[in-house]
């Protein structure tokens, strides 16, 4: 099976498909525990004071927090890949995430600096996802989120591949789901 993924912060939408690009399962999956923050760096580790949630916390407090995130982010993606895998009966061949750049910090003190600090805590999530499938032995594919549909369209050769879904399996079937859904089609289409 191939799965793609729509992930937010603390959360995401999973859209698993056979390589022939029939939907056989869609979910949501919470990534965290819910007393955690969901963006950990930008609400209480960032630059700007509109966004933070309280006081903003020193290098080491952020690490801190930072740590129990991931820890948590880690639990919740392992238990939520195990659960797919058993619920179809197969392991997961590909998981697709939006990508990120492979310079990406990791140091704390300039991920809470502009521009890092926007983007860190959705990094966090597709890196501990990432690192769930590898440990599960699925090949782990990167798509650009404002060209996978097409590429998914033009790889299936119907312009109605990514709306179809909802036609069979009903609400919800939303932009997330399509996303979702592009990424597995071209990681199915790049597996072979």
Known sequence: MHVGVAH?????VLVATTSDSAVINRRRIELIDAALPAAPIHHHGGA?????????????ELSELVGRVRASAASHAEAALDALSEDLGTRIATLSLREWPADFPTD????????????????????????????????????????????????????????????????PWNHDHRIAFAAAIVAASESE
């Open 8 to 12: 937010h912060l603390g959360w995401a």
């Open 108 to 171: 704390i003190a300039v991920l809470r600096q502009t521009p890092w600090e926007s983007q860190a805590d959705s990094v966090m999530y597709r890196q501990v996802l990432a690192d769930e499938a590898v440990k599960r032995g699925s090949v782990v594919a990167f798509f650009d989120a404002k060209t996978v549909q097409d590429t998914a369209v033009s790889l299936h050769g119907d312009s109605d591949v990514l709306i179809a879904p909802r036609a069979i399996l009903g609400a």
């Open 48 to 60: 700007h004071t509109l966004h933070r949630d309280g006081v903003q916390l020193d290098d080491g």
